[in-house]
């Protein structure tokens, strides 16, 4: 066996930390810390991983009133990320998984798309509490050339370390449309569960799924997104 | 000083169980001076060989391994070849080919296909031994697409004493299953269960060593492959409900509120 660079020690280090079941990264961190010659070897690339497993998982953290949602669909910069619904855009520490401040939005959300957002951030965020008893929605919105394209997250978890158990389901929606226009829709759900109580089981599923429905004016876009 | 052995064990049952062959591979090249331990601590999927000269497999395991070199349990010989490789004491080995055609046969029973083994050591006046089982599916090609493995691991540990001995089991089962449906998308369960019991048992003619470590194996297998099915699939269901309700919130708060209802009415009778 030969010897491995300190670059392949950090690189084996890191896929370790993002391959971490939900709920147990920070056991993870401890441990792969523990496996290091040196614990300190991992504090460069430290802030880029957790940043890549915060938003790739989909953090649900408290701002203080409601939960928001840790995407890189709602990046605005490496420890920042945009709340459209209350309209504030939250300082976020990705090594302490806590948020630190917030201030309002001031032009990340697009003007034109808004109506469009923010009507079908209400008909979601309905969808999502109905049947997502312990998740986050959120509905962020983007122009790609002269299509409006609204992305909805949803991320819910639910950790039961005490019965060793650990869940989350993301799911990612993505709406394409001109206004007025038909709405194509496409979706990834991911479910990840670890159960490891005497052993370690996983399930690791990953779904595509898509659609179209008739577009129109903002609420009526909204409805069919939904039912969609 | 944190315990290196512990930090690794626990991270191996935090990652995703299909992918520990990668995982354990990466881990040794982090801490190479854990290699043994690693190797004889965490359980990895068996892997099959063939003895050319008996035209049969065998598996691969710790147990049967002397450097780089592996037994097999059908002609006792170390493949690469070995001058002195560790084998069982005559009277063991005898044990040892009679557990493997019982342990066939077993196999044969239970699973309809699939690769037995079946290693024995000497511990001072006592003995151990593996039984190793693997059996793997791939339906892709007719049109099913699932992909199964199924490992079985049973160390068993033997102290005689006098008439009877005591029977010291510890199993592991491992289960993998892939599957990709239009309908389910890419979903792969994958796990290990591990399992420990006790046994003391009267040793005689009628009652040989095998045929207790057989039964007691039996049992074992049998319990494993229930809780399999209730831990798997319906833990893992339930874990997937709560995080998404299948029929909504306020679908199942009315009827939890129904449930209520009923049961205060019927206990003001």
């Not at chain 1, 009507?119 to 979601?124: E, G, L, R, V």
């Given at each position: 066996?030969?010897?491995?660079?300190?670059?392949?020690?950090?690189?084996?280090?890191?896929?370790?930390?993002?391959?971490?079941?939900?709920?147990?990264?920070?056991?993870?961190?401890?441990?792969?810390?523990?496996?290091?010659?040196?614990?300190?070897?991992?504090?460069?690339?430290?802030?880029i991983?957790?940043?890549?497993?915060?938003?790739?998982?989909?953090?649900?953290?408290?701002?203080?009133?409601?939960?928001?949602?840790?995407?890189?669909?709602?990046?605005?910069?490496?420890?920042?990320?945009l709340?459209p619904?209350?309209?504030?855009?939250?300082?976020?520490?990705?090594?302490?998984?806590e948020?630190?401040?917030?201030?309002p939005?001031?032009?990340?959300l697009?003007?034109?798309?808004?109506?469009?957002?923010s009507?079908?951030?209400q008909?979601?965020?309905?969808y999502?509490?109905?049947?997502?008893?312990?998740g986050?929605?959120?509905v962020?919105?983007?122009?790609?050339?002269?299509?409006?394209?609204v992305?909805?997250?949803?991320?819910?978890?639910?950790?039961?370390?005490?019965?060793?158990?650990?869940g989350?389901?993301?799911?990612?929606?993505?709406?394409?449309?001109?206004?007025?226009?038909?709405v194509?829709?496409?979706?990834?759900?991911?479910?990840?569960?670890?159960?490891?109580?005497?052993?370690?089981?996983?399930?690791?599923?990953?779904?595509?799924?898509?659609?179209?429905?008739?577009?129109?004016?903002?609420?009526?876009?909204?409805g069919?997104?939904?039912?969609? | 000083?944190?315990?290196?052995?512990?930090?690794?064990l626990?991270?191996?049952?935090?990652?995703?169980?299909n992918?520990?062959?990668d995982?354990?591979a990466?881990?040794?090249?982090?801490?190479?001076?854990l290699?043994?331990?690693?190797?004889?601590a965490v359980?990895?999927?068996?892997?099959?060989?063939?003895?050319?000269?008996?035209?049969?497999?065998?598996?691969?395991?710790?147990?049967?391994?002397?450097?780089?070199?592996?037994?097999?349990?059908?002609?006792?010989?170390?493949?690469?070849?070995?001058?002195?490789g560790a084998?069982?004491?005559?009277k063991?080995?005898?044990?040892?080919?009679?557990a493997?055609?019982?342990?066939d046969?077993?196999?044969?029973?239970?699973?309809?296909?699939?690769?037995?083994?079946?290693?024995?050591w000497?511990?001072?006046?006592?003995?151990?031994?593996?039984?190793?089982?693997?059996?793997?599916?791939?339906?892709?090609?007719?049109?099913?697409?699932?992909?199964g493995?199924?490992?079985?691991?049973?160390v068993v540990?033997?102290?005689n004493s006098?008439?009877s001995?005591?029977?010291?089991l510890?199993?592991t089962?491992?289960?993998?299953?892939?599957?990709?449906?239009?309908?389910?998308?890419?979903?792969?369960?994958?796990?290990?269960?591990?399992?420990?019991t006790?046994?003391t048992?009267?040793?005689?003619?009628?009652?040989?060593?095998?045929?207790?470590i057989?039964?007691?194996?039996?049992?074992m297998?049998?319990?494993?492959?229930?809780?399999?099915?209730t831990?798997?699939?319906?833990?893992?269901?339930?874990?997937?409900?709560?995080?998404?309700?299948?029929?909504?919130?306020?679908?199942?708060r009315?009827?939890?509120?129904?449930?209520?209802?009923?049961g205060?009415?019927?206990?003001s009778?």
């Amino acid at each position: 066996m030969g010897d491995v660079t300190e670059e392949e020690m950090i690189q084996i280090a890191n896929n370790f930390l993002l391959a971490s079941p939900p709920g147990e990264f920070m056991e993870v961190v401890t441990d792969v810390r523990g496996l290091l010659p040196d614990d300190s070897l991992i504090n460069d690339t430290a802030p880029i991983t957790f940043r890549e497993y915060n938003t790739v998982q989909m953090l649900q953290v408290y701002n203080g009133e409601v939960d928001v949602l840790v995407s890189k669909h709602g990046e605005v910069s490496d420890t920042e990320y945009l709340d459209p619904r209350s309209g504030q855009v939250f300082s976020f520490d990705h090594i302490r998984q806590e948020v630190t401040g917030s201030r309002p939005i001031s032009g990340e959300l697009d003007g034109q798309v808004e109506p469009y957002r923010s009507a079908i951030d209400q008909a979601f965020e309905k969808y999502a509490r109905e049947f997502y008893a312990n998740g986050t929605s959120a509905v962020y919105s983007s122009k790609k050339g002269s299509d409006f394209v609204v992305t909805m997250c949803i991320s819910s978890s639910k950790f039961n370390p005490n019965n060793f158990w650990n869940g989350r389901w993301r799911s990612i929606w993505t709406a394409t449309f001109k206004p007025n226009g038909q709405v194509s829709l496409n979706g990834t759900l991911r479910i990840n569960v670890h159960y490891y109580e005497d052993g370690n089981v996983q399930l690791n599923t990953e779904a595509e799924r898509s659609a179209s429905v008739a577009g129109g004016d903002p609420q009526a876009t909204a409805g069919n997104i939904v039912k969609g | 000083m944190v315990d290196q052995l512990d930090c690794a064990l626990d991270l191996m049952r935090r990652m995703p169980p299909n992918d520990i062959e990668d995982n354990l591979a990466n881990l040794i090249d982090l801490v190479p001076d854990l290699c043994e331990d690693l190797l004889s601590a965490v359980d990895q999927p068996l892997k099959i060989a063939t003895d050319k000269e008996a035209h049969r497999d065998y598996l691969l395991c710790d147990y049967n391994r002397d450097g780089d070199s592996y037994r097999s349990p059908w002609t006792n010989k170390y493949d690469p070849p070995l001058g002195d490789g560790a084998v069982p004491s005559a009277k063991l080995r005898k044990l040892e080919v009679e557990a493997n055609e019982v342990f066939d046969i077993y196999r044969d029973l239970y699973y309809e296909g699939g690769v037995s083994s079946v290693y024995t050591w000497d511990l001072d006046d006592d003995f151990a031994a593996v039984v190793l089982i693997k059996k793997t599916q791939d339906s892709t090609k007719k049109g099913q697409p699932m992909k199964g493995t199924w490992d079985s691991i049973h160390v068993v540990e033997v102290q005689n004493s006098g008439n009877s001995a005591h029977y010291k089991l510890t199993s592991t089962v491992m289960l993998g299953i892939e599957t990709e449906t239009k309908q389910a998308g890419r979903v792969a369960l994958g796990g290990s269960l591990t399992r420990q019991t006790e046994q003391t048992s009267e040793v005689s003619e009628a009652n040989p060593h095998i045929s207790n470590i057989g039964r007691m194996i039996e049992e074992m297998e049998n319990t494993l492959r229930q809780s399999l099915e209730t831990i798997y699939f319906g833990k893992t269901k339930d874990i997937a409900n709560d995080l998404r309700n299948a029929a909504g919130v306020s679908l199942q708060r009315q009827q939890q509120a129904l449930a209520r209802d009923i049961g205060s009415s019927l206990r003001s009778r």
